[in-house]
């Protein structure tokens, strides 16, 4: 409880106030935040309430260079001159300190001059008159019943939800088309005045939700579009800033009604937006250090951030001079005005648009506008979301309407299309959209010149490079075999085999005579040096990628049979004899299944020790999954560059639709089946990824690797202990931590790639730094606890698919991931799963709690169930023992 100091009292009168002030309100000598009914704070006692943390201060206050009193909110806890976040009675003052808030008869809070005539009431509708108001520490002033006071529950009334000139972290500022702007904060008159000035800020909902601010209705600035992250139109000024970062928007409520909330970076700063009087919005945050408020950001700054400084159509660039420009196909309207450097009036069409003129005039040229692209532009205001149709693109919808000026298709916003002048246009220096200007044909003449010619070059430079690439491979081809022709003595004679056969003429040979293990199993023991031509001494061109185990090359026998050649790096560490190894070999040359790569035989000779697989020309499924694909990145790009957005879609949606998905994830699970419990062998793979699984020109999935971990035996920490066979991401949680695997880790690997092939995202591609969402598990278990699935499935596909389908997939898949082996489904269940027609009735999986890579090795206390039948210990891998040596 303060005195206020400048109250003049004689000693027993201040300790008369200071005996009834100590009972006031029954508590002694602490500060207080709560009022009560019965109980009120005078002005003239100097009476205050302090929130809880000391934070802030609520009671009457004169600003500077005024007598007025005015009950407001201070901070408390900060030295130097009073800042005042909250004002109640900004219209009314009172002119004396005879001023009392206090809590009405009708329960409503009050403030009564010395007339004891109500200024200012909360004037809501409260239930009963037992009633109370807090001061939160967030500096909310909460009125709610007596009984609940201080608890969370539902308040009356809240000084949240009527500021007046300051933002304060977590209020909530309503964003509702059907309520149209609001103009949430309203500055003061003057510095010295806190009645309502001529400046507001707030949100305009309509298209995409904005942040301006109003000189009374003119618009003075606005952010930029918000994009669910950052309003686009303001740049990066410096990371801590601004409105860039710490913005939420809530998810809409019944009524369609958001609430935008700011949080700041530190929680333990204190930070505050102002609506100034001046017409400044400032962003402060209070410096312990220098004992001031420093302002982090502010707005307007520069000429161009006033609203449509360069007038309708005009574009403004604060690096350029002048500032104002005209856009390509457009002339200022008052060509004198704007050499004088007054751009108000703005720009103007050189040309009508097509679609304007008159039929008869269409008629010669009626060739369709078309659009010029703009880099980095603060989207104009007054933007129009709309969503295009099936088959018709954001471009489609803008020429469809002859009043389109301009679209842009913004990745988390969708499309937008203006149909008025463009209003407020900026050129930003790393900040903006892409945005298409729509001309026409011939104004679009010298950009459509630079786009003939780039596409001339590239097709030229296309056409080379292949003649190029033919003659190379041409004189390969022909060194390779003469290289093998002048060679032939080295190597062993042949029998009839189906090489030999297929060999051109009297050139004999690759493989090392006898087929291994009997007639029924083609598998040949090759020879090195043919093997080593085959991949052109196994050169860095020829290398497709880098397995567990050793790089993996193309290769192309005489026969001109395309082969992929594991050369095993560990091999010679791994304490296995050669026979051994060609034992392993056979064996698992042995298993056969269509959703598994074909092993095509080997090669060892002293340390090295080769495999030879049949070649996949599709590459492996995360080339597909995650657009690592070489051709679609270059048609994003190109189709990109050349405006033709709808493009990149449909090429990415080509190639893997929701049938074709599904086709793969059941082919997964059929090879997987296969490798657990059809085999004889009962493989274990434990390095199943996306990487690992190969499609062949009908998209079949080919489970590659797989004879691995066998061949390798006991130690799956391999010599090489920097590499740990399997990939992070993909290890269950007893493997990576505990070196435990049985083929529920596989299950574990398979639920991760179910999960990747229907979100299209890589589960170790999730960088946000909360830990809940380091994981493409985490965010799936978040969407499945919250009952929305669907929003996992890649976007691409999500309006196409069939989502019974989609839905049993990913419940399997969060079944597979749990982090008690014993609780994941067996490989033949999840067949059973996939293929029964309709959705069995399928248990509730449990939440993943082993999604966070910092757990990774931690024992953090994570259960872990290990199902005593399934495991093998790491020294023990081999299930059944090998028959057939
Ligand atoms: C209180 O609110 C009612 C409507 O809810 C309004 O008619 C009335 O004028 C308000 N009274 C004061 C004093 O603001
Ligand atoms: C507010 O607007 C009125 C009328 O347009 C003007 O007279 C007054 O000076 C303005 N006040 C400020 C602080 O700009
Ligand atoms: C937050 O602010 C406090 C006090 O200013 C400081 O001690 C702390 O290091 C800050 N934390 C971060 C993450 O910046
Ligand atoms: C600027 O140009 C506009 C439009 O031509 C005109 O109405 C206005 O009076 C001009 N302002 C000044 C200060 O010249
Ligand atoms: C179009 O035709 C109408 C009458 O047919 C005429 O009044 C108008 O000037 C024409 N507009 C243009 C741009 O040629
Ligand atoms: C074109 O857009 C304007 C403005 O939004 C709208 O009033 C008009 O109905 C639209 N015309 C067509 C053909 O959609």
Known sequence: MNIDPKTPVVDFLFLFLFVSSCCFLGRCCYAIDTIRSEQSIRDIRGETLISQDDIFELGF????????????????????????????????????????????????????????????????????????????????????????????????WQSFDHPTDTYLPEMRVLMSIVKGENHALRSW????????????????????????????????????????????????????????????????????????????????????????????????????????????????????????????????????????????????????QWNRGNWSGGCERRTELQCKRNASDAGCNSEQDGFKGLRCMKLPDFANRVTPGNSETCRGKCLANCSCNAYADVTTIGCLIWTGDLIDVQNLDKAGHLMFLRLPRSELGSGKKISNLVIAIIVLAGVFFLCITIWLLWRCKRKMKSEIRNSIPTFYGSNGNEFSA?????????????????????????????????????????????????????????????IAVKRLEVAGRSGQGSEEFKNEIILIAKLQHRNLVRLLGCCIQGEEKLLIYEYMPNKSLDYFLFGRFLLSILLIQFSQHFMIKSMVDQTKQALLDWGKRFAIIEGIARGLLYLHRDSRLRIIHRDLKSGNILLDEEMNPKISDFGMARIFGCNQYEANTVRVVGTYGYMSPEYAMEGLFSIKSDVYSFGVILL??????????????????????????????????????????????????????????????????????????????????????????RQPKYICKKTLKGSDGTDFYLDGQDFVSSNDVTVTTVSGR
């Open 61 to 156: 206050f004169s600003p500077p260079n005024s007598t007025l009193r005015y009950v407001g909110i201070w901070y408390h806890k900060i030295d130097g001159e009073q800042t005042v976040v909250w004002v109640a009675n900004r219209d009314v003052p009172i002119s004396d300190r005879n001023g009392v808030l206090r809590i009405g008869n009708d329960g409503n809070l009050e403030v009564l001059d010395g007339n004891n005539t109500i200024v200012w009431t909360s004037n809501a509708s409260v239930p009963s008159s037992n009633t109370a108001a807090i001061l939160l520490g967030t500096g909310n002033f909460v009125l709610s019943s007596n009984e609940s006071i201080g608890h969370t529950t539902k308040a009356y």
């Open 189 to 336: 008159k003057s510095a010295s005045d806190p009645s309502p000035g001529n400046f507001s800020i707030g949100v305009d909902p309509f298209g995409a939700p904005q942040i301006v601010i109003w000189n009374q209705t003119r618009r003075m600035w606005r952010s930029g579009q918000w994009n669910g992250v950052v309003f686009t139109g303001v740049p990066n000024v410096s990371s801590f800033a601004s409105f860039l970062y710490g913005f939420r928007l809530s998810e809409p409520e019944a009524d369609g009604s958001m609430y935008f909330t700011y949080t700041p970076p530190n929680a333990s700063d204190l930070v505050r937006f102002r609506m100034g009087w001046d017409g400044k919005e400032e962003q402060l945050r209070w410096d312990d250090g220098l004992k001031s408020w420093t302002v982090v950001q502010s707005e307007p700054v520069s000429d161009c951030d006033l609203y449509n400084f360069c007038g309708n159509f005009g574009v403004c660039d604060i690096t350029k001079i002048p500032k104002c420009s005209c856009p390509q196909g457009f002339r200022p309207k008052f060509q004198d």
């Open 502 to 562: 297929d060999l051109s003429g009297s050139t004999e040979l690759v493989v090392d005579g006898s087929q291994v293990n009997g007639p029924e199993l083609p598998l040949f023991n090759f020879n090195f040096k043919c093997v080593a031509a085959a991949t052109n001494n196994f050169s860095e061109e020829n290398k497709l990628g880098q397995g567990g185990f050793g790089p993996v090359y193309k290769g192309e026998l005489p026969t001109s049979q395309q």
């Open 756 to 845: 990747e092939i229907v979100s299209g995202r890589k589960n170790t591609s999730f960088h946000l730094s909360d830990c809940k969402h380091t994981s493409l598990i985490g965010y799936a278990w978040e969407l499945w606890k919250e009952n929305k699935p669907m929003e996992l499935v890649d976007p691409s596909i999500r309006d196409t698919c069939n989502s019974s389908e989609v839905l049993k997939c990913i419940h399997v898949g969060m079944l597979c991931v749990q982090d008690s082996a014993a609780l994941r489904p067996k490989m033949e269940s999840v067949v059973l799963i996939l293929e029964s027609e309709g959705t069995p009735t399928l248990p509730e999986p």
